[in-house]
């Protein structure tokens, strides 16, 4: 996609530290990182959010996710894939972040805004997403 800031980093239009890349996958740098070794795992294939990628553009992106920790020596570490503004999303092409957590200060904070279990509740809902499945 021509606007597509990945798109244009895929094709080599806008630079970036490029960490791995086959013909399906590259992954390379965060350039505004949350913790050393930040980085970005995206599939070639242009879409917004991960319904929108086909599953043979999926399949190497967690294996590449997790070369980058191993790379990083990061020990604590979160994998994190956002869709959609609410859900934090600003680069509309997807991508998975590396994101190393070397202390309680650096990396990713998380808000875990859990609720008490209403069991019919959760019943119900199981009931109406398992046949989608
Ligand atoms: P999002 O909030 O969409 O999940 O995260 C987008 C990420 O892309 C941010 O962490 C941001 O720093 C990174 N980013 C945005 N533009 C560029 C760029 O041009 N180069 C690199 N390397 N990272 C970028
Ligand atoms: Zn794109």
């Known amino acids: 996609m021509a606007a597509c800031i990945?798109?244009?980093?895929?094709?080599?239009?806008?630079?970036?530290?490029?960490l791995f890349e086959s013909d399906k996958t590259l992954a390379f740098l965060d350039i505004n990182p949350?913790?050393?070794g930040h980085a970005l795992v995206i599939p070639k294939f242009h879409g917004a959010t991960l319904t929108d990628i086909p599953d043979e553009h999926l399949s190497e992106l967690l294996p590449v996710a997790k070369k980058l920790a191993t790379a990083t020596g990061a020990v604590n570490f979160n994998i994190l894939q956002n869709n959609g503004r609410i859900a934090h999303q600003i680069v509309d092409h997807v991508h998975f972040h590396m994101i190393p957590k070397p202390n309680e200060q650096e990396g990713l904070g998380?808000?875990?805004?859990?609720?008490e279990t209403d069991m019919e509740a959760l019943k119900a809902l199981f009931e109406e997403i398992k046949p989608k499945v």
């Open 34 to 36: 949350l913790s050393k």
């Open 6 to 18: 990945f798109c244009k980093i895929i094709k080599g239009e806008i630079p970036c530290f490029k």
């Open 110 to 115: 998380i808000s875990w805004p859990q609720k």
